[in-house]
């Protein structure tokens, strides 16, 4: 039976809100991801960050020349924990340009070697095209691109830094957020893979944050611990003033209200931008929409048994 659950966060899937709002306060469950325990010297979140620490970034070596002392130590932490135990990082799906992509199949390897049976993992899947229209504004945030025109420079827009991350893909640039964040059949085989299939669990974004608050009947369904009544409070980087705000920091304040605007506006509609993209949409097609509609069913089929 699975005690080590690890919820792999995907990137633009609420991982931050979860992580600080409602993993910290799931009845009968120790969570030891970030935001939960704040004890820095609790040797249950120590041994936590060693595992992650070492599955993450050191998972090529552990699997040829086996865990060292430390880290087994912490394993066993947490494996004498009663009850279910909660891990949650976003490094686990190689979401960071910073890990190679090819060490997405090598960390659920890793997990399964120390815990065996008793791992399983989460991962929760968003529509594709509202992902990657949120993960590219906040590339867009974190560094902005821009393109030169004849009245001067402007911010690039979501088909044009689609583009730039698709001709990413083509070369093998890591820093293309389509060449390991979007890629969810080779993520969620990865995890199947090492796990079985019993022990992945996929569960869809929509579905957990519609308003019916599927959020606190889903998770503890899987965790097998009771269900949870709270709201979520989130904050929406894709919300109007979000966009605004990036655009005023980089055009600054003088800036002519009509780029402003025009940021705004396309930035708004950037998932529907982006499914006109041909290329874009067939990438979409195959390594995406096929997990997320399994995440859709499989999320229904778990609230169908959860009264609301």
Same mark, same amino acid.
């Given at each position: 039976?699975? =005690?080590?659950?690890?919820?792999?966060?995907?990137?633009?899937?609420?991982?931050?809100?979860?992580?600080?709002?409602?993993?910290?306060?799931?009845?009968?469950?120790?969570?030891?991801?970030?935001?939960?325990?704040?004890?820095?010297?609790?040797?249950?979140?120590?041994?936590?960050?060693?595992?992650?620490?070492?599955?993450?970034?050191?998972?090529?070596?552990?699997?040829?020349?086996?865990?060292?002392?430390?880290?087994? =130590? !912490?394993?066993?932490?947490?494996?004498?924990?009663?009850?279910?135990?909660?891990?949650?990082?976003?490094?686990?799906?190689?979401?960071?340009?910073?890990?190679?992509?090819?060490?997405?199949?090598?960390?659920?390897?890793?997990? =399964?070697?120390?815990?065996?049976?008793?791992?399983?993992?989460?991962?929760?899947?968003?529509?594709?095209?509202?992902?990657?229209?949120?993960?590219?504004?906040?590339?867009?945030?974190?560094?902005?691109?821009?393109?030169?025109?004849?009245?001067?420079?402007?911010?690039?827009?979501?088909?044009?830094?689609?583009?730039?991350?698709?001709?990413?893909?083509?070369?093998?640039?890591?820093?293309?957020?389509?060449?390991?964040?979007?890629?969810?059949?080779?993520?969620?085989?990865?995890?199947?893979?090492?796990?079985?299939?019993?022990?992945?669990?996929?569960?869809?974004?929509?579905?957990?944050?519609?308003?019916?608050?599927?959020?606190?009947?889903?998770?503890?369904?899987?965790?097998?611990?009771?269900?949870?009544?709270?709201?979520?409070?989130?904050?929406?980087?894709?919300?109007?003033?979000?966009?605004?705000?990036?655009?005023?920091?980089?055009?600054?304040?003088?800036?002519?209200? =009509?780029?402003?605007? !025009?940021?705004?506006?396309?930035?708004?509609?950037?998932?529907?931008?982006?499914?006109?993209?041909?290329?874009?949409?067939?990438?979409?097609?195959?390594?995406?929409?096929?997990?997320?509609?399994?995440?859709?069913?499989?999320?229904?089929?778990?609230?169908?048994?959860?009264?609301?």
């Amino acid at each position: 039976m699975a =005690r080590i659950f690890v919820h792999a966060g995907l990137p633009k899937t609420a991982t931050t809100t979860l992580q600080q709002q409602l993993f910290p306060h799931l009845p009968g469950v120790t969570y030891l991801g970030p935001k939960g325990r704040e004890e820095e010297q609790d040797d249950l979140v120590a041994a936590a960050r060693t595992v992650i620490a070492a599955v993450r970034f050191q998972a090529r070596t552990l699997l040829s020349q086996g865990p060292p002392a430390e880290l087994l =130590r !912490a394993r066993d932490r947490l494996l004498a924990v009663a009850g279910p135990v909660l891990l949650s990082d976003e490094g686990l799906t190689a979401a960071t340009w910073r890990l190679r992509h090819d060490a997405i199949p090598l960390m659920p390897v890793v997990l =399964r070697r120390l815990f065996g049976d008793a791992a399983a993992a989460i991962l929760v899947f968003r529509e594709p095209l509202d992902q990657l229209a949120s993960l590219l504004l906040q590339k867009m945030a974190n560094g902005p691109v821009w393109r030169p025109t004849a009245a001067g420079n402007v911010l690039l827009g979501p088909a044009g830094l689609a583009d730039l991350h698709l001709q990413g893909l083509a070369k093998g640039d890591l820093r293309s957020v389509l060449t390991a964040a979007s890629r969810w059949d080779r993520i969620a085989a990865a995890y199947r893979d090492a796990l079985g299939p019993r022990r992945v669990h996929l569960l869809a974004y929509e579905r957990l944050f519609d308003g019916s608050g599927g959020h606190g009947r889903a998770f503890p369904a899987v965790l097998g611990t009771a269900r949870v009544a709270m709201a979520l409070e989130r904050r929406n980087a894709s919300t109007e003033d979000r966009r605004r705000a990036i655009a005023e920091r980089f055009y600054g304040p003088a800036a002519d209200e =009509r780029r402003i605007r !025009a940021f705004v506006d396309a930035w708004g509609r950037a998932a529907e931008i982006l499914g006109r993209d041909p290329a874009l949409c067939a990438f979409l097609d195959a390594h995406c929409r096929d997990v997320h509609r399994e995440a859709l069913a499989a999320t229904e089929a778990l609230l169908a048994v959860v009264p609301a």
